[in-house]
């Protein structure tokens, strides 16, 4: 390596797309910044020694109180754009799962508030890239 060479931290995290069969998805809104007060997926960092599949079943559990197990989660996609986080360089791993209509939604963690809102009448404007994340996640849905 030559001392011109420089590498990025790197951050690792998951983000989850829950959807019920009524067509609504579960959204946090985020208690700090970036984006505070914004809309968001639920999701977070991967901790050491754990993978993004169990990063998201704890994260879903923490930000909203929903409990799904690994295999109700299925891995859409990896965002990766430099960018997509004003705080440096993320990378996630969003996942799906579908739950009955009327699930129980809580806000823990550093959500403010844990709502399901209707596809067809979203937030104005989704933190971070979690726009592209669901519209990702509702295509795969509907196949």
């Not at 550093?110 to 509702?138: C, G, K, Q, Y």
């Amino acid at each position: 390596m030559t001392q011109t060479e420089t590498f990025e931290t790197i951050r690792f995290t998951a983000d989850i797309v829950i959807l019920t069969p009524d067509r609504r998805v579960l959204l946090i809104e985020r208690g700090w910044d970036p984006y505070e007060g914004h809309w968001a997926l639920p999701g977070g960092h991967v901790d050491p020694g754990e993978t993004s599949l169990d990063a998201a079943v704890r994260e879903l559990e923490e930000e909203t109180g929903v409990r799904v197990t690994p295999d109700a989660l299925h891995q859409i996609g990896t965002w990766d754009a430099p960018g997509r986080d004003p705080r440096g360089r993320y990378v996630t791993v969003a996942y799906l799962a579908t739950v009955p209509d009327g699930t129980q939604a809580v806000a823990g963690d550093d959500a403010r508030r844990a709502a399901w809102w209707p596809l067809d009448d979203l937030p104005e404007r989704l933190a971070f890239d979690h726009a592209d994340i669901l519209s990702t996640a509702v295509a795969r849905a509907e196949r």
